[in-house]
DNA sequence: CTGAAAGCGCTTACAG
DNA sequence: CTGAAAGCGCTTACAG
């Protein structure tokens, strides 16, 4: 029995000749789509798209026969203490898999975005991973095209496109800090949280609600403050709740980072931690073992987020499909020094 | 007048065919050198190898004309947090140069290194920023032959190569740190020193012995411990110190990491810092502007010398000569609240 | 807007 | 160990 004319050839080994040749145009048209010159009718351009993408086509030479595989890692910015462990991960799957990891930051300026995309198409990146960044949905739309997969960690939002998302268990682990704090009697428990646009901001909110409420403790709303997971953040989000009427004794501070600057607000004002404090985090930044005390948080596997990624984008690549379109990684309390059961009332 | 034609041509526009002709082969033969495959005399090989390196060879193809370029970064390994600031710095200056980062870590395994070579060669990459990072001398080769150009940073030895080298002041900043502290009043200044093979190390160890000699302070063997860099380090070499028949009243740790570890076996000794002990670290990390309290520390500008080191490699790799083989960037004291005058004897 | 033709840089059998 | 020949995937004028 003949093979099937119609099926796809295998994912990467496709060349524009065939391309064309099911097309029903020639070689150059299919030359001029894939480099997105403008002389093309738009008919013909749909048409050659869909079977571009239909057979996973990616651009090769008889010069360079096996280029080694590339994966794109972005983030918005550098800065960002967990970067680096989202990074190992990668590296370290990416390797294993014989890919080079291009890691690049796009600084939320969307002029760069156009330029990054130039530069992903030029280096001819066999997959992009993207952490809690806004790729507008043209560009999206532009990797869909170049048949470069997409997978998106610790997304922002709900992706409205068919992209894998690869998250933590935010909501669990905002639950499990807060009953910590409760389970070592605490009742006015202060909250710094993260920014409400992102999506794992509102489920770690939700978890310290849902903990109070399953306790019977009343939310009051004056408990809660916004941050944005930078230090100092949490520096003026502590200070704020200390000049309540009737402060906290306890925090959960939605980032690590956020914990280390209340730790840093509540040192300035001569208070100890934990004796005067709790405190518990999110993240367990390798850092955070050597806080003054070492600091009580939630784990995120960033690593292991990292290597997944690389593994979904891979599957991507080889033209299938991925075990599940949405996954969170189990989050887990870590208890270090900086949680104790409240202060009693003299 | 005619172009002289043994000139090189332009770095990085040179195709087989013209080395052919200069070497008096055949094309397929230098298709074969640059492969290296084994089926070439020595004595073809070594003559095309030489025109290869001379005209700063590098495969393209008529297919990809203008690959983007692509720099590697290479690390011993990915869980030092002063990676990220060096990848903030590479991939900044290489995304203003339009190239692309590649970082990744060689573990130490020799074996890797072999196969991170396959990797390099197979993505054509354009040059190679290694940090701290004993690639073997073999390996340091094949990049000449490839004709890939190589910087190093923070140099762990005096490279026997004529490899451009970018470094910090670290004996200026050791001698900084301990003038600081003898500033301050102290006398009995304890030194948690880094491992004694890198270079780095022992120029801030004798930055540490040359700022007390200035001072008149006799030098007290007994005052210095060794360490590694980790935090765990700090912490058994600040119990050694506070073991002492007569303990310091201040210390250096020779990086932030040795600090952190320091004032944790001080917390859990119940001594306040700087009350009882002033501490001063070596790299100024983005977090310890956060730690409890914040650390007094050398400034190195890691993200500088990433920077550097990109327009380093890309002079080389455009066949120009580096400003200076090896360049130091200057390291700066930066007081926070780990230090003060030692208490009173009372 | 499209294709036939020429050409690019490189590689792979093949023959010696 | 080496080269003449054929071929690969892709691109670039050129003509219509």
Redesign the pocket.
Known sequence: MAADETAPAPRGKV???EIARRAG?????V??V??GR????????ARVEDLLRLHGYR?????L?SRAALLDLVFNDLDSPWAVEIIRGVEEAAHAAGAGTVVSAIHGRSGDAGEWMRNLRARASDGVILVTSALEPPLHEQLRILGVPLVVVDPMGSPAFDTPTIGAANWSGGLAATEHLLSLGHRRIGLIAGPPRLLCSRARFDGYRAALEAAGVAIDASLVVPGDFHPESGFTGCNTLLDLPEPPTALFAASDQMALGAIEALRRRGLRVPEDMSVVGFDDLPEVRWSAPPLTTIRQPLADMGQLAVRTVLRLARGERPDSPRVELGTELVVRASTAPPAPVL
């Open positions: 060349t524009i000749t145009v020639s070689v150059p048209t030359s001029r894939v480099n403008s002389d093309v009718s738009p008919a013909t351009r651009k090769r030479s008889a010069a026969p």
